[in-house]
Each structure stands twice: as C-alpha cells, then as structure tokens.
C-alpha cells in the first residue's frame, strides 16, 4: 500500500533505499516523543515531523492528470485512513463505555478529530492536517520554485521564517477567537511547514558544496537563537505553531542528514526500514491505541524505554494485523482504507 508520505512517484524510479530510511527515522522519533520521554529527547528529537515533510517534498513529481485529479488523490490517499482509523477508535471507545462504564468522549473531541485538530481532540492526528494541507500546496510551491537561484532559495527559506515571526505576533492579537483559532490552525501552520517543502522540493538539485553551505547557515542560526535566548534549547516552545528555532533547527537536521547519505547509505538497506517507511502511516496511526492503554504509567521514572519498546511493538503487531485483515476485501476497497 502506497504511504500517505510519499507524495508522487512514477513506479518505474529505482527505489531509494536512503528515502525509507529518513521517513523510518521520523517515524520512530515522532512515536518515542509520546510516551512521556525525558526533556532532552524532546528537544533533540524535534526534527521529526519537517523530516517528513521534507521527505514528502522530495518525493513529488510533476502533476499528473490536472490539480482536481491530484487533489482528489490526495485528499482520498491521506484523510480516508484517518477517518477509518478514527471510526474504529470510536467505535472502541462506545464498546468500552457500554461494556465496563469507562467514560464517555465529548462529542467535540469526536469532531475536532475528524478535523484533525490539535484540540478539541483524541490528540496525536493533527500531523496529518499538516501532511494534507502541504500536499495540497505541493503543486503551487513546486511551479512557483522552479529555476530559482540557489541564493534566491536561501534567501525565501529565512525570509520566511522571519516573516512567519511576525505573523504569529499578527494573528495572536486578533480578538475574535474563531477567526484566531482558523488563523493559527491553517495559515501559520501552511507557512511554517512550507518553509521546509521548499528546500525539500530543490534539494536533489543541491550541488555538494551548495547542500554543506545551507545546513552550515542552519547551524549558525540555531547557535545564534539558543546564545541570544541564554542557550536554552526549548524547540517544543515554537512548534505550536512552526516557527523560529523549531524550523531552523528541523532544517538542519534534515540537511546534516542529507550531508550524511554517503557515509550512512550503506548501512541503511533493510527491509525492517522499508516496511516501516511504506507503512507509516497506519504504524502511527495504530501507536495511538497503546500510548491511551499506557496512560496510567506514563509518570513512571527511568521508564520511557519501555514504553517506548511496548508501545512500538504494539503498533506493528496492530499494523500487521489490520493489513492482515483488510486483505480480505475487495482489492479496491482494501487500497482504500490501507
């Protein structure tokens, strides 16, 4: 089945082992994040989610077949698993309540998760609104970058993110809550996760000596932020919305990563990465069910390894068996909803 991540890609490319590889190590790094990890593993691993974005843009192609078709394919192709995942979690969760008198979920965290929102939610799917909403722009991004100077590029990646400073100062101050609430959910989220697209749709055309000089530029920027903010390193404290220090430094570790193919591209072709990168999406999607079964030893010390191991074997275990089952359906279907 075909990854929510993998924007466009014509069948007959060589597989890039090095590809499965980044989007396997965002995966494992956005599950660690949920099971009440120390602060150091938080700061540190808060690449993750651009990795992804950054490997989405990598991975896009030319339209085929129009906008509409396009559009429809990726609506279809990210937002209909989530809604059956989410059906299936609900559908859960009323068992529960009927069955031993758990308590009952609000009808607006049933809604603001069908609209993948941060809150009102169950939590955990509002990175798919950000892998929707940037493969919905992919297309505009992609023909407005087309032959733009490598400096010019650099130049549009940081005046981005200062602009994107200031627009989040703009939209705090609007007082009409639901106007704000729209703002901050879409705009500010588009502009900032953008901002890695851009890099990740012209990287393959980075020469060596250009890719060394924009993820040296990213170091210098995050040096400079954390020293003028007495070196506290809080990435967390700007991801919500993307800003600042959580782009610069998401950028960077997605360019040293990318400075770091040759040396680590040798080591990299397994099947355990390739199964995790074409399946990611329902790997993190089902990781949702045991971190909520975990919730009452998610304040247990010197633990978070374990919960980790647990809740990632959990989530394949549920991955393996959901495709298991789905097999049975009419092909058509099963492309669907897997």
Same mark, same amino acid.
């Given at each position: 089945?075909?990854?929510?991540?993998?924007?466009?890609?014509?069948?007959?490319?060589?597989?890039?082992?090095?590809?499965?590889?980044?989007?396997?190590?965002?995966?494992?790094?956005?599950?660690?994040?949920?099971?009440?990890?120390?602060?150091?593993?938080?700061?540190?691993?808060?690449?993750?989610?651009?990795?992804?974005?950054?490997?989405?843009?990598?991975?896009?192609?030319?339209?085929?077949?129009?906008?509409?078709?396009?559009?429809?394919?990726?609506?279809?192709?990210?937002?209909?698993?989530?809604?059956?995942?989410?059906?299936?979690?609900?559908?859960?969760?009323?068992?529960?309540?009927?069955?031993?008198?758990?308590?009952?979920?609000?009808?607006?965290?049933?809604?603001?998760?069908?609209?993948?929102?941060?809150? $009102?939610?169950?939590?955990?799917?509002?990175?798919?609104?950000?892998?929707?909403?940037?493969?919905?722009?992919?297309?505009?991004?992609?023909?407005?970058?087309?032959?733009?100077?490598?400096?010019?590029?650099?130049?549009?990646?940081?005046?981005?993110?200062?602009?994107?400073?200031?627009?989040?100062?703009?939209?705090?101050?609007?007082?009409?809550?639901?106007?704000?609430?729209?703002?901050?959910?879409?705009?500010?989220?588009?502009?900032?996760?953008?901002?890695?697209?851009?890099?990740?749709?012209?990287?393959?055309?980075?020469?060596?000596?250009?890719?060394?000089?924009?993820?040296?530029?990213?170091?210098?920027?995050?040096?400079?932020?954390?020293?003028?903010?007495?070196?506290?390193? /809080?990435?967390?404290?700007?991801?919500?919305? $993307?800003?600042?220090?959580?782009?610069?430094?998401?950028?960077?570790?997605?360019?040293?990563?990318?400075?770091?193919?040759?040396?680590? /591209?040798?080591?990299?072709?397994?099947?355990?990465?390739?199964?995790?990168?074409?399946?990611?999406?329902?790997?993190?999607?089902?990781?949702?069910?045991?971190?909520?079964?975990?919730?009452?030893?998610?304040?247990? $010390? /010197?633990?978070?390894?374990?919960?980790?191991?647990?809740?990632?074997?959990?989530?394949?275990?549920?991955?393996?068996?959901?495709?298991?089952?789905?097999?049975?359906?009419?092909?058509?279907?099963?492309?669907?909803?897997?």
């Amino acid at each position: 089945m075909t990854d929510i991540l993998t924007i466009s890609r014509n069948p007959a490319d060589k597989r890039d082992a090095y590809i499965d590889f980044l989007r396997a190590l965002g995966l494992i790094l956005l599950i660690g994040v949920h099971v009440a990890a120390p602060d150091w593993y938080v700061s540190v691993r808060a690449f993750d989610v651009p990795l992804m974005v950054f490997v989405s843009a990598m991975c896009y192609n030319s339209l085929r077949g129009g906008l509409i078709t396009y559009v429809i394919k990726r609506f279809k192709r990210i937002y209909i698993p989530v809604a059956v995942f989410l059906t299936l979690f609900f559908a859960a969760e009323i068992a529960s309540y009927l069955l031993v008198g758990k308590p009952k979920i609000s009808l607006s965290t049933v809604g603001g998760s069908y609209l993948l929102l941060n809150w $009102p939610s169950i939590g955990y799917v509002w990175i798919m609104r950000v892998f929707l909403m940037i493969a919905l722009i992919m297309p505009l991004l992609h023909r407005c970058l087309k032959g733009v100077p490598f400096a010019w590029l650099c130049l549009i990646f940081f005046g981005t993110i200062i602009c994107q400073h200031y627009v989040v100062l703009m939209v705090e101050s609007i007082e009409n809550n639901i106007v704000r609430f729209v703002f901050e959910e879409t705009l500010l989220y588009v502009i900032g996760y953008s901002t890695i697209a851009v890099v990740g749709l012209r990287v393959k055309e980075f020469t060596g000596k250009q890719l060394f000089l924009f993820t040296i530029a990213c170091l210098i920027a995050v040096v400079i932020y954390v020293a003028s903010n007495d070196w506290l390193f /809080n990435t967390q404290a700007y991801k919500y919305p $993307p800003q600042s220090l959580y782009i610069i430094y998401g950028m960077f570790a997605c360019l040293a990563l990318m400075c770091l193919k040759p040396v680590l /591209n040798r080591y990299v072709d397994f099947k355990f990465f390739n199964y995790l990168s074409e399946n990611s999406m329902w790997i993190y999607l089902w990781h949702i069910i045991p971190v909520y079964a975990i919730t009452p030893w998610m304040n247990v $010390p /010197n633990m978070w390894l374990v919960r980790y191991c647990a809740v990632f074997a959990a989530a394949l275990l549920l991955t393996v068996s959901y495709k298991k089952i789905i097999s049975f359906l009419p092909l058509e279907i099963a492309k669907t909803i897997g």
